[in-house]
């Protein structure tokens, strides 16, 4: 069985101080809790660039994985301020987030962009967690046809390898409840059935994110992946309780 995936970002929420204590209590949960050790729950925590190299020190000796928040779309050069994906790979970074909708709404992110970071991270052997969402709440169809839509642009030329499809509806992201089980397992079974039959995406994955908390991933059974956490996960106990869930999912 494919392993369950449960992803963190931290987006700008923490200090240095605080995250590193934060990362402190990441690590001691995935070293206890027997699924991830065993891989049968990918855990990957995404943090701000200056708390990437505490985070991989923090995770020495635990299968968690560290991600990135975004990544430029060249590999080298004369690019002031953006970080390069061949270096992200090369301090020890697996994954890199692409494609979120704040990138896109407060950045100007197109999905030709993100089509060209996303082929930036696979050459350099990064797995992309690609963003995927609908703006506005919509019916399930329609909104599993614009995240097909943009899951094929940005994977359009891009190398063969696998990839992360985070569907998080922008309308969902930072609401007090995430979208309706029956809309999320609708979209993501569909994003699922996409992937299979891509060839060229081995061992893909679909995920949650959007208010996603504890109890979410047991209502969504087996039409998901896993989930992608955003503050929910910042207590402790909360990102316990949901690795535990996607522990007992990894063993049906």
Known sequence: MPPVTVGVSLKMYF???VARAWLADAADIAAST???ADGDVEFFVAPTYPQLIPALE???GTRARV???DAAEHDAGAYTGEVSPAELAEVGVELVEL????RRRLYGETDAVVARKTAAAL??????VLCVGEHDQVAAGDALAFSTAQVLSALRGASPGRVIVAYEPVWAIGAPEPAPVDH???VTSGLRRLLADLDDRPGSAVIYGGSAGPGLLTRL???VDGLFLGRFAHNPTALREVLAEAAALARR
């Open 123 to 128: 050459r350099n052997g990064l797995t992309p």
């Open 58 to 60: 923090a995770f020495g």
């Open 67 to 69: 991600a990135a928040q």
């Open 15 to 17: 200090g240095h101080r």
């Open 184 to 186: 999320i397992r609708a």
């Open 221 to 223: 059974g087996d039409d």
């Open 34 to 36: 027997r699924a991830v």
């Open 99 to 102: 494609g979120h909708a704040e």
